[in-house]
Nanobody, 122 residues
Framework: QVQLVESGGGLVQPGGSLRLSCAAS????????MGWYRQAPGKQREMVATISRRGNTNYADSVKGRCTISRDNAKNAVYLLMNKLKPEDTAVYYCAIRPRGLVSGDYGMPYWGNGTLVTVSS
């Protein structure tokens, strides 16, 4: 069984920063892709950033230049540093992983965490 646990969410003022962390545990041999997704109230879940095992990254246009995704393969962990946060960044942020050879679920990511809430407000 695979578990993902996110942390680092909270309330931050506009212009502030947050660092989200996610650790994967369980029966995982190798993780091809790790990613962060978010869902704002009344909206569909959307991709924020993804990173391959080799470190290739992909960002949503809305966060380019403000967010940095990174991963630690030895720890099966992924991080999201968010700077210059805006009220429209308010959402529940989910981390997701795609183990090697396993493509399923939303965005081809079989495993998802329960999410961490980020609220950007003054």
């Amino acid at each position: 069984q695979v578990q993902l646990v996110e942390s680092g969410g909270g309330l931050v003022q506009p212009g502030g920063s947050l660092r989200l962390s996610c650790a994967a545990s369980g029966s995982i041999s190798s993780i091809d892709y790790m990613g962060w997704y978010r869902q704002a109230p009344g909206k569909q879940r959307e991709m924020v950033a993804t990173i391959s095992r080799r470190g290739n990254t992909n960002y949503a246009d809305s966060v380019k230049g403000r967010c940095t995704i990174s991963r630690d393969n030895a720890k099966n962990a992924v991080y999201l540093l968010m700077n210059k946060l805006k009220p429209e960044d308010t959402a529940v942020y989910y981390c997701a992983i795609r183990p090697r050879g396993l493509v399923s679920g939303d965005y081809g990511m079989p495993y998802w965490g329960n999410g961490t809430l980020v609220t950007v407000s003054s």
